[in-house]
């Protein structure tokens, strides 16, 4: 069987992080073809500067370039106090020498696109701002029908930025819309599921008490979630960008419902949100949204930990 | 013993909800019926009124209030009560008649002049809850609750908003910002009591007139919940809130921020529940979330089943 061909666009953060190890892990199934970077948890610098990296400790030699510093219209605002300061939590990886690749990003990510065999396909995922991938569907078309779908993290019924608004979305809802609005086949890896997968304390602590240097890393990464006012009384921490990772890999574990998806880029209390059609009875044209409400716990469990200690 | 106005645009659910509220069972002490346009124009919701009221041979005023929503234009669904508002069952036209005046002075003089506190239970659109805060503001002193049918963390109407909220989302804003405690049935447990074809056999089962027009409410509403939204049954969403005034421990709800969406793109007329804590923002709102539906039920036919004492039993 061939393999799926990956594109990543994320912002480490440790989720992101995390998502890249399961990535990482998988070359097995995927092809993945570079990484692209936006600002969302931390500045695009210190994004960068994570992805640049985390690919050398996984030893994942695929090219990173260095996307959009801000959202389409709004001002920035970055997770500093989710993800810690240097988007890592605690974390310090080994320096590394890899540089992000020269030239124009969206083009890059085009030509990755473009330069596929014509009879394959590019999946593209998504875990952070849609800054990025709206900016590619805006400044090449072409690549539309080049796109197998999109697996996002993003969005959901309910919100954690604000009651209504996911993270993501909320840090960029123009491009949100953009690319809700593209009829591309989009999987949403939004609140809902996330909200379900995770890593409990057991094995979190089998991580960070590890000898092997790679586990130990990512286990202390979660350990700083683990240890955030959001997830004190908590037994699982949600490893949000990692679950988009083992959809692709393994989507048999997720169960989800097609609908159609606006995005709210009012400026308003909802502004951010995606609004999910969920009416039984709502029209089937514009259903392109895959809204995955439901996982196997204990298989992702069990799926993410092989993974990682593969590495 | 408490006072409740009932404000209300019957409606199929309203009129349970009147019933409930009206039965041996209940120790609920009535002062009024006020309309407001919603199911369908407030007129006909008027009748419905005088027709229940009569049915039920109960002695407490019936009001009639707006006609239209405080900012924008008349929203009705015929589609979902038809054209009368609440057809099914066929009641003669009622020789009772409204009291003259309006419902939302109706609501500020009851209000004024109770010695006790007072419940306000809309079931419909808030308008005249709304327009009563804004004319006679010294009424949030006297009301203890308002207990309503409306909104939720997903829509009916659109995909973001509930239809009473839908409706008129600035009189909503208005009440939820009013300071007066707020108890919310939105669809997030309203959807919980559906009134599927076992549950009609129930109230079928039982023999007084009452069980029996609440049944062809129920046959008539469940067949334009399945034909409208793909359900096995009608929502009894109004029936909620008087449901909660006679046996509050039936619903499991949570003290949360609740804000009314008045400009959203997409989600005008959402109620925007801070179910997670991340606005800072204070409780406001006593959202139901949960229903022990079993014990739901039970009391339901318990109510019906009420009805079957005395001498003028059909």
Redesign the interface.
């Known amino acids: 069987m061939s393999k799926i061909n990956v594109w990543i666009d994320c912002d480490p953060g440790i989720d992101d992080a995390i998502a890249l190890a399961a990535a990482a892990a998988s070359q097995d199934a995927l092809h993945i073809h570079g990484i692209s970077t936006v600002a969302g948890n931390q500045t695009i610098e210190r994004v960068t500067n994570n992805a640049l990296a985390l690919s050398s400790f996984l030893k994942l030699d695929v090219p990173v370039v260095r996307g959009a510093e801000g959202p389409l219209t709004r001002a920035k605002e970055d997770a500093g106090h989710v993800h810690g300061e240097t988007g890592l939590g605690n974390t310090v990886l080994p320096k590394t020498g890899k540089q992000a690749e020269k030239g124009n990003t969206f083009q890059l990510i085009r030509d990755a696109i473009m330069n596929l065999p014509e009879d394959e396909k590019m999946t593209l995922v998504p875990v952070g701002p849609l800054t990025n991938i709206a900016l590619l569907l805006k400044v090449y078309p072409e690549v539309n029908t080049r796109i197998k779908e999109i697996v996002l993290m993003g969005g959901g019924t309910f919100g954690n930025r604000t009651p209504t608004a996911e993270f993501n979305i909320w840090g960029d809802p123009e491009a949100a819309k953009i690319v809700f609005d593209s009829d591309l086949p989009i999987v949403m890896c939004g609140l809902d599921v996330t909200h379900k997968s995770g890593l409990d304390r057991n094995q979190v602590e089998a991580m960070f008490t590890s000898q092997n240097e790679v586990q130990k890393a990512f286990g202390d990464m979660l350990k700083f979630y683990f240890d955030s006012p959001a997830y004190i009384n908590s037994d699982l921490v949600h490893i949000h960008d990692a679950v988009a990772v083992i959809y692709v890999t393994n989507p048999e574990i997720f169960k989800g419902i097609q609908v159609s998806v606006d995005v709210d880029c009012t400026d308003d209390i909802n502004r951010g949100m995606t609004v999910c059609d969920l009416r039984k009875t709502a029209p089937e044209a514009g259903r392109n949204v895959t809204l995955l409400n439901d996982i196997d716990l204990t298989a992702f469990q069990n799926i993410l930990l092989e993974k990682l200690s593969s590495l | 013993m408490r006072n409740v106005i009932l404000d209300c645009d019957p409606g199929h659910d309203d009129a349970i909800s009147i019933i409930i509220a009206a039965s041996d069972v209940s120790d609920l002490k009535i002062l009024g019926i006020t309309t407001v346009a919603g199911n369908v124009e407030v007129e006909k919701n008027t009748v419905n009124a005088l027709k229940i009221s009569e049915l039920l041979d109960l002695d407490v005023p019936v009001v009639q209030g707006a006609r239209r929503p405080l900012v924008k234009k008349s929203e009705i669904a015929p589609e979902i009560h038809g054209e009368t508002g609440m057809d099914g069952p066929v009641l003669k036209d009622p020789e009772i008649s409204a009291l003259d005046g309006h419902a939302v002075d109706f609501i500020i003089d009851q209000v004024m002049q109770s010695d006790e506190a007072v419940t306000l239970v809309p079931t419909g659109p808030l308008t005249n809850i709304a327009m009563a805060l804004i004319k006679e503001p010294r009424i949030i002193e006297n009301i203890d609750e308002i207990v309503l049918m409306g909104g939720g963390?997903?829509?009916?109407w659109t995909?973001?908003a509930e239809f009473n909220i839908f409706v008129d989302a600035e009189a909503a804003k208005v009440v939820y910002e009013s300071g007066v405690p707020v108890t919310m049935f939105g669809l997030d447990v309203t959807h919980q009591v559906i009134a599927t074809q076992d549950i009609i056999q129930r109230v079928g089962n039982i023999d007084n007139k009452i069980a029996e027009f609440v049944k062809e409410l129920l046959i008539f509403f469940g067949e334009t919940y399945k034909n409208?939204?793909?359900?096995n049954g009608g929502p009894i969403h109004d029936a909620c809130t008087t449901m909660y005034l006679l046996k509050p421990e039936l619903f499991k709800t949570e003290y949360l921020?609740v804000?009314i969406?008045t400009?959203?793109?997409?989600?005008y007329g959402?109620t925007?529940?801070?179910?997670?804590s991340?606005?800072g923002r204070e409780p406001n709102t006593n959202v139901a979330l949960g229903v022990d539906q079993e014990a739901f039920w039970s009391l339901f036919e318990e109510i019906l089943k009420s009805y079957s004492g005395g001498s003028d039993n059909e």
């Open positions: 963390t997903f829509g009916n995909p973001a409208h939204f793909g359900f921020n804000t969406e400009k959203g793109e997409y989600s959402m925007v529940v801070d179910t997670l991340v606005t």
